[in-house]
Each structure stands twice: as structure tokens, then as C-alpha cells.
């Protein structure tokens, strides 16, 4: 009994550890480094003394480390956030618990604590798989909950546990739908969290970089038919602001892009493409948009110069409906016109061939129509890997290089369009995407990041891309058919080559998205429609409920009639025959089953006292038809049902 019992303790031990070490990875983007390396310390001493059967620390010494460590998280409180804070003691408590376990009474407060971190990852994960890993992990715990209060001999009741399963996701599903859904009652903070996505500055090589990444960062629904490839720029950042090198986002535009500008009357006419985004989480406020948006959801502001942004950093996937018009977005102020003129010093020989193209071209659409002509007809190359540009980077490109990605085709036009006085700035964004036609929805991945240009004719903003120019493919096809074949190994390295793992990936996309549409994305407003609806119908369910249970009650009134009137067997024998059906069918016919069961009591002698006492409790029930001994023949068969089995292996090895 001390051998199982240790046996106990050390398999509760290590289901502890692991699911400890499940939580750390689960968190750990709300700890920094230096954080998870403590976590991962301490989980491996208490493994390691798991495997060499050595006690835990002592409780004095355990206090004492986790005072220090609580001490430098309250140090970090700033910097991490208050739920990043919450999570960081909640795992050092159930750490701490775990370090001093000496019995297994101690840790009623630790599978507890389990459970709560447990919850807390699913505010910090949406996606399907680790939604599965998470429930699994809770699944560890459970079980080791229940492990934790069994006796030690005790075997789980599958059949049990499955109905009480089939009776539990009836009520969680009612629940999900019909609970009325609150608000999150705090928001998860964007300090320590990487972001993805554009960034407010725009480099050569800052797009080259991301296109290398393959993760989504938003898929899309329309309402009506898949818009031409050529119309699918996806805006979501301006650059206006340009050093020489670098474009940056202007810091007074950026504040005002947060205040929600008026819908253009003229343009809300023709808003011919109405669709729903579902943004990926990048802890950025910046979101996307076709062409110019007219409406959109409320949780999502439209600025003056057309780009969408939320109120929050996006730290979860975010659904929203955008509705779009094919206008271009109008010129708002004097000042925006007169930013976007701006020159730094330098780069004399692209300020030249600007001076050149106005005197032949004065009209803007005229120039940029010129200048497009100029990248198709010169020798100008389409690449992942462009040489380093010197302290005049865009003479160095235009003149020199030639070679480029589509961040430097736009740098390098809008400082042409800027020098021949036309108003121009780079738009940050995504172009294209992967259409599912099965499933409905256009999936924008990250290698999909792209930047062109808009500049001013008449009054308005118009589009002009000239990687469209140099590299058609990239914007009519896709990025792979834009690029040699070297280069395309530097979008899908390694196992992304295999066809078989990458169909895999895509089926598990889409799996991941109507999570996202049907689960995720069940918010307020779509129960309050599922409760209009219910409402509407409920007439109806209620006239097939009561059908449908009428049925039931006929049917089983009728089963049990024909089972009352044909079954004549005793209960007794029948509660003998539903425990020890497979031993009875052993018996001899010339056997009555009393006698059978006394002769198994003199074969087998380590049964034989429980033998006897069925027998009589059996007896007494079934020829003096009493209820009491008929009450306790059914306890005594199952409350030794671990005997039962170890008796029929028994008779059927004879």
C-alpha cells in the first residue's frame, strides 16, 4: 500500500510539472526573458528531485525565494502591466506550492490555481490549436484532480465519465448562446508583446524582411463578388515624413488618424464593395481598408485621410464590417498638400530627371504616366535581395543599381513626383491575397506587405504603383511569380517545400477560420439575432417540442408494457446476471445459481466470504422477496466491483 501510494504521489508530481510547463509556454508572452528562465529553473529542481525521489524544499526556504522573486516582479509592475503582473504570481504561487509539496493533502490549492491560469490563456490565445492544447492541458488537471482524492486502487469509469460528458455539452452550448456576453473586464496590455505587421517607418529591406514572413495578418469576406486582383490594395499606413532614407508616419497625422472624420455624402453613393475583415492580432492600431472607406463598424474609426484604426492595440483577432467607395479620398487642408511637397537635401541627379519630366509632362497625371513608361522601358530589376544603397540612396537606386524591392520603386517616385512639385506620399499596405472559393474568404498573409504610391490630381488623392511597371506579376499573379527562382526559396524555406505539410497547413487555416467566424466571432449582436429568431420561431418549436415528447413518452410507455408483460426474471437474478453475466455463463444447466456460486466460493478461496454473502443476501431476496436483502445484494455488488472483475478473469482463465 506505501509502494502505490508513492507510485501516486510521484505520477501527481509530474503531471504537475508538465502542466506548469504547459503554462509557461502558454504565457510567456506575457513574461519577459529573464522571467521564464526563473519559471523554467525551478520546474526542472523539482523534476529533478522527482526522479531521485528526494522531498521538496523546505517551506521556510520556499517563502523566502518566492518573497524575492515576487519583489522584482513588483519592480517590474510598470513595464509589464497589471494582468501581466497577476499572471506572473499566479504561476509563481502554484511554482511555489509545487517546490514545498511534501504530502499530497497540500496541494488541494494548487489544481485550484491550476484551473484559474488555465482560464487566464485564453485571453492571451484565440487560435484553434492552442485553444485545443489549452483544453487538453485542463483535461491533465482534471484528472490528476481526480487522481488527487481517489483511493489509490481506483480505476476511472470511462462509460460514466462519457455520459456525464453527453449530458455537459448540451448545457455548455445552450450557455455559449443564450448567456448574455459581457464586456472584458480588463485589457490586456501591449508592453513586452512584440508586434507584427507594417511598423510607423518604412526603410529599404523593412518590407524585404516581412514578406519572409508566411503568418496571416487578416482574412476577408464580401458581401458580393472577389473585386479584380489590380483593386486589392489594402491601405494602412501613409508615410509622409522622408530623412533621406526613411519614410516615417507624420506624428500630428498619426494623432489625428484617431478621430473619426465625417462620411462623404458623394462618395457613400457609390460604395460598391461592402466586406468584413477578420484581423489578425498584432498589438497595433492601424487597420485595412479598400480605396476609400465610407462606413464601418463601431468599434472603428475612419480618419480624414481614409485609413481605419482602432481605439486599442489589437491584441486579439478583431472582426469588423468596412464598406468602401472606388472614389479617391479628397484633399483635406492646405497643410496636407504642403507636407507632402517636402525635400530633404541630396540626391541631385533624381532631382534633375524630375525637372526634366515636368518641362516635358506639366500636366501630373501626364508625368506619371511618363515615369511608369521610364521603369518599363529601362533596365530596372525586381528583387529580394538589392544591393546597399550610399548616402544618396535614391540617385544610388535610380542611376546606379537599378535593382529594388517595392519599397524603393515608391521612395524613389514620390521623391520624383515631390521634386516636380507634385504633392506624393508612399502608402504602406498589403496587395493581393489567396482566394479560397470553397470557403469563402481571402486570406492576406504578411510576404503579402507592399508599398506604393498616391499623389495629387485635381484636387484628389490618386493611386499610381510602379512596382505594377517593373514587375506586373507581382501584381496581376503573385509575389513568387514576380521573383527568380533563387529567390522564391526565401519565401518558403524547408518544410514549407512539402506538399503534403503544406496542404495540411491549409486545411488547418481553414478549420481556424470558421473558429474565428462561428465561435470567435459569436459576439452580442449575433445572439441578440439568434434570440430574434428564436422569438420569431418559437411558436413553432414549441408545437414540435411537444410532439416530439409526446413520441418519447409513447415509445417508452410501449417498452415498458412489452417488457412488463414478457420478462418474468426476478430482480435479484437480474442484478446477478448485469454484474457477473460473463461468469454465469459458465454455469452448468443442471446448476442452480446459488449452487454455482457456492462451488466458485470453495474453487477460488480469496472469495470466498464475499461468495457466501451474495449467496445469501441473493437467496434471501430472491425466495423471501425481501427488499431490504434485495437493497443490500444491489450495494454489495457495487460497491465491489474491482472483486467482481478480478473473479470473472479468474473463472474464465479456468
Not at 88 to 113: C, G
Not at 566 to 571: A, F, G
Not at 627 to 637: G, R, S
Amino acid at each position: 500500500m506505501l509502494t502505490q501510494q508513492m507510485q501516486k504521489q510521484k505520477q501527481l508530481l509530474l503531471s504537475w510539472a508538465a502542466i506548469q510547463f504547459s503554462l509557461l509556454l502558454l504565457l510567456q508572452q506575457a513574461f519577459a526573458g529573464w522571467v521564464i528562465a526563473i519559471f523554467a529553473l525551478l520546474l526542472l529542481y523539482r523534476l529533478l528531485s522527482v526522479f531521485k525521489a528526494k522531498a521538496g524544499i523546505s517551506l521556510k526556504l520556499v517563502n523566502l525565494l518566492a518573497g524575492i522573486i515576487a519583489i522584482t516582479f513588483f519592480l517590474q509592475l510598470r513595464q509589464a502591466g497589471v494582468l501581466h503582473f497577476m499572471l506572473q504570481i499566479l504561476l509563481l504561487a502554484a511554482t511555489a506550492r509545487l517546490l514545498a509539496l511534501q504530502h499530497l493533502y497540500e496541494a488541494r490549492q494548487l489544481v485550484w490555481v491550476h484551473y484559474f491560469l488555465i482560464a487566464c490563456c485564453f485571453i492571451l490565445h484565440q487560435d484553434m490549436l492552442i485553444a485545443l492544447f489549452i483544453l487538453l492541458v485542463f483535461a491533465v488537471n482534471l484528472y490528476s484532480h481526480y487522481r488527487l482524492f481517489s483511493p489509490s486502487v481506483s480505476r476511472l469509469n470511462w462509460l460514466q465519465t462519457g455520459r456525464s460528458i453527453l449530458i455537459i455539452l448540451p448545457l455548455w452550448l445552450a450557455i455559449f448562446l443564450l448567456f448574455p456576453r459581457l464586456p472584458p473586464f480588463w485589457q490586456i496590455p501591449n508592453t513586452n508583446i512584440a508586434s507584427t505587421g507594417l511598423s510607423d517607418t518604412l526603410d529599404p529591406g523593412s518590407i524585404e524582411q516581412l514578406v519572409q514572413d508566411d503568418s496571416l495578418a487578416f482574412r476577408v469576406e464580401f458581401d458580393g463578388a472577389l473585386p479584380p486582383r489590380q483593386q486589392l490594395y489594402w491601405r494602412a499606413r501613409l508615410y509622409e515624413d522622408f530623412d533621406g532614407r526613411r519614410w516615417q508616419v507624420n506624428a500630428l497625422r498619426q494623432n489625428a488618424s484617431r478621430q473619426r472624420a465625417a462620411n462623404n455624402a458623394a462618395a457613400s453613393k457609390d460604395s460598391s464593395l461592402s466586406y468584413r475583415i477578420i484581423a489578425e492580432a498584432s498589438q497595433q492600431t492601424g487597420l485595412f481598408s479598400l480605396a476609400t472607406p465610407v462606413t464601418s463598424s463601431s468599434n472603428i474609426f475612419i480618419s480624414p485621410s481614409g485609413l481605419l484604426s482602432s481605439s486599442k492595440p489589437v491584441s486579439q483577432r478583431l472582426s469588423y464590417q468596412v464598406s468602401s467607395s472606388l472614389t479617391p479620398v479628397v484633399l483635406v487642408s492646405e497643410q496636407e498638400q504642403q507636407l507632402n511637397l517636402r525635400v530633404p537635401p541630396g540626391n541631385p541627379q533624381t532631382q534633375q530627371f524630375a525637372y526634366q519630366l515636368k518641362q516635358q509632362y506639366p500636366q501630373s497625371h501626364d508625368l506619371v504616366q511618363a515615369l511608369a513608361e521610364h521603369f518599363r522601358q529601362q533596365p530596372f530589376y525586381y528583387s529580394l535581395t538589392p544591393p546597399t544603397l550610399g548616402s544618396n540612396s535614391i540617385d544610388a537606386f535610380l542611376f546606379d543599381s537599378r535593382t529594388g524591392f517595392c519599397s524603393h520603386y515608391a521612395s524613389a517616385s514620390a521623391i520624383i513626383l515631390r521634386h516636380a512639385g507634385i504633392a506624393a506620399r508612399v502608402v504602406g499596405g498589403y496587395q493581393g491575397g489567396n482566394w479560397h472559393p470553397q470557403q469563402g474568404y481571402l486570406a492576406v498573409r504578411q510576404r503579402e506587405a507592399h508599398a506604393w504610391v498616391e499623389y495629387l490630381h485635381n484636387g484628389v488623392w490618386q493611386p499610381f504603383d510602379p512596382t505594377a511597371a517593373v514587375a506586373p506579376e507581382r501584381i496581376l499573379d503573385s509575389l513568387d511569380s514576380a521573383l527568380p527562382e533563387d529567390q522564391r526559396a526565401l519565401l518558403d524555406p524547408g518544410w514549407r517545400q512539402l506538399v503534403l505539410l503544406q496542404n495540411l497547413r491549409q486545411q488547418l487555416m481553414h478549420l481556424d477560420y470558421y473558429w474565428s467566424v462561428w465561435v470567435l466571432g459569436f459576439n452580442d449582436n449575433s445572439q441578440r439575432q439568434l434570440w430574434r429568431t428564436l422569438y420569431r420561431h418559437l411558436p413553432a418549436m414549441a408545437y414540435s417540442a411537444a410532439v416530439l415528447f409526446s413520441i418519447i413518452i409513447v415509445v417508452l410507455l410501449y417498452l415498458r408494457l412489452t417488457q412488463s408483460g414478457t420478462d418474468n426474471t426476478p430482480q435479484a437474478t437480474k442484478l446477478l446476471y448485469r454484474y457477473l453475466g460473463k461468469a454465469l455463463a459458465t454455469k452448468p444447466l443442471s446448476l442452480s445459481v446459488s449452487a454455482f456460486l457456492l462451488q466458485c466460493a470453495k474453487r477460488y478461496p480469496a472469495h470466498e466470504a464475499y461468495l457466501k454473502q451474495l449467496t445469501a443476501l441473493y437467496e434471501q431476496a430472491l425466495y423471501k422477496e425481501d427488499i431490504e436483502a434485495l437493497n443490500q445484494l444491489k450495494q454489495l455488488l457495487k460497491c465491489h466491483k474491482a472483486e467482481l472483475g478480478r473473479l470473472r478473469r479468474a473463472i474464465k482463465n479456468t
